[in-house]
């Protein structure tokens, strides 16, 4: 069982839609990461959370909008999506520091933009 | 450029041994990982290496050579349970970014 839980497993929405995807992790893990998957690619780094502040953005249009309410939640806000946005959407988390720190994934969120 | 190179698909048969090769061209060095991801599932931690030479998990291992870029998993007496996409995965520096390949896809057959 993934110690990183993601709701909610599947999600389809349309263009107009304000959805949220959550992340929860009991780990005491102080970095926390969004990625975006498509189908047969590998993950693609969307934001990166350390101590509860937002250190990466990597260029994400601003219908996405991440938050991070305490250390041990991270949520990714949804808003006019669009259909090529449709992705499994994965979070991840690790230790603060710890250079030979994992990444532990959540079982993501599969994301239908129609 | 950064770059990570896998074999795109390999098949082996239950119970043999298969090495799964993986070689980088990146500015900087801080790690390398190997991640398991069954379809339609996230990826799980397999090994990391960081020093030249070999790290044993059971019926993983993990091999690195920092001076030639290059990187293998080694997986031994398959099972059916390991087809699955095997993800090389490179830390470059003290930050949390890493560099992904594109994933290996290992198909076992009986």
């Known amino acids: 069982d993934t110690e990183v839980t993601q709701t909610p497993k599947h999600l389809v929405m349309g263009m107009t839609n304000k959805k949220s995807l959550k992340c929860e992790q009991h780990m005491g893990h102080r970095a926390m990461y969004w990625y975006k998957q498509k189908a047969k690619k590998p993950p693609e780094l969307m934001f990166v959370y350390s101590y509860e502040k937002l250190s990466i953005n990597e260029s994400v249009p601003s219908r996405f909008s991440p938050e991070c309410p305490n250390s041990s939640l991270l949520n990714l806000h949804l808003h006019a999506l669009q259909p090529e946005d449709s992705a499994l959407y994965l979070c991840?988390?690790?230790?603060?520091?710890?250079?030979?720190?994992?990444?532990?994934f959540g079982n993501g969120t599969r994301l239908t933009v129609t | 450029g950064q770059n990570i190179d896998q074999p795109t698909e390999m098949t082996a048969t239950e119970g043999a041994i298969v090495q799964i090769n993986c070689t980088y061209q990146t500015s900087g060095f801080n790690g390398l990982f190997w991640y398991q991801q069954h379809a339609g599932e996230a990826p799980t931690f397999l090994s990391y290496n960081v020093l030249d030479g070999l790290e044993e998990k059971g019926r993983f291992s993990s091999f690195l050579s920092r001076s030639k870029g290059y990187s293998y998993l080694l997986l031994k007496e398959l099972q059916m349970k390991d087809s699955a996409s095997y993800l090389c995965a490179v830390r470059r520096d003290s930050n949390y970014q890493l560099i992904w390949g594109a994933g290996t896809k290992l198909i076992i057959k009986p």
């Open positions: 991840a988390s690790s230790q603060e520091g710890g250079h030979n720190s994992p990444l532990h």
